[in-house]
């Protein structure tokens, strides 16, 4: 079963922890954090590019 992504800007559908999977732009992604995303609030950029990126729930 592949994985839900999502990307910068779009709203979470549901509160958890989400890691970067890659880069919108298609660029290399060398960033591990994580980070809490509330129900309803929007996805960041990547925190280590400040670039849009897809999102995957990691918990």
Same mark, same amino acid.
């Given at each position: 079963m592949a994985q839900?992504? &999502?990307?910068t800007g779009e709203?979470? $559908?549901?509160? +958890?922890? &989400?890691?970067?999977?890659?880069?919108?732009? +298609? +660029?290399?992604?060398?960033?591990?954090?994580?980070?809490?995303?509330?129900? +309803?609030?929007?996805? $960041? $950029?990547? $925190?280590?590019?400040n670039e849009a990126?897809?999102?995957?729930?990691?918990?």
């Amino acid at each position: 079963m592949a994985q839900n992504t &999502y990307k910068t800007g779009e709203k979470a $559908p549901e509160s +958890g922890t &989400y890691k970067v999977q890659s880069l919108v732009s +298609g +660029g290399s992604n060398q960033d591990n954090t994580e980070v809490k995303v509330e129900k +309803g609030e929007q996805f $960041p $950029p990547s $925190p280590s590019s400040n670039e849009a990126a897809h999102w995957v729930k990691t918990s």
